[in-house]
């Protein structure tokens, strides 16, 4: 299985004690039954405090304490549990926060939600054009080609100007850049043609999200 991602997903991380609207307040925080597993064998004054601050509802929840504050945030807004024992401890939503997954039939994808403060600026302050890396089965990270990168640069540059596009490209690729196009420049109107047959072109003008409702792959490129 494939799994997707941007180039800025790996330089994540949590300010902790510097967030000002931290993800351990106000939510409810389900636990994985794998964590409360290890919660309920837990020994020593920690394995206590634990059990003492969990609900047995389903789902079992950590019980949130005055100001809906997660009990095991402390004054400084640091979590007990990381600082007693490690980040080994954390269940599992705490431990992925604000990474999030959607699993496909051929890939996976990865992405970092805005509704972190600190993966909002990570992605809004970037300089370095956004990319997405493939990671291979072997481990292996496939990088994005030139010809991708080069054709994304000049979309790019069109929205500069008059935002209308014109693309000459082989029928194979149509839709691939249409969705492209849809993802940087979705206000841009196109005209582009799609050879569906040997004997028959269809060419759609509109939005690049118009165009994509209509346009489908050759189907020489499956063969």
Known sequence: MLTVYPNYYPAFRCIAGACRHSCCIGWEIDIDEESLAKYRTLSGPLGDRL????SADDPPHFLLGEGERCPFLNKDNLCDLILSGGEGLLCQICD??????NFLSDRTEMGLGLCCEAAGE???TRREPMTLLTLEEDGAIQEPDAAFLAFRE???????????????????RVTELVEVIADLLPQTR??????????????????????????????????
Do not use: Q, W
């Open 51 to 54: 059990r003492r601050n969990i």
């Open 190 to 223: 196109i005209s582009c043609s799609c050879d569906l047959t040997k004997l028959h072109e269809l060419t759609i003008r509109g939005t690049a999200g118009d165009c994509l409702l209509y346009t489908s792959p050759s189907p020489r490129d499956a063969t």
């Open 96 to 101: 992925d926060h604000p990474r999030f997954r």
């Open 122 to 124: 990570l992605i809004l």
């Open 154 to 172: 000049k979309l790019l540059a069109m929205a500069k100007g008059v935002a209308v596009a014109a693309v000459h490209e082989s029928p194979y």
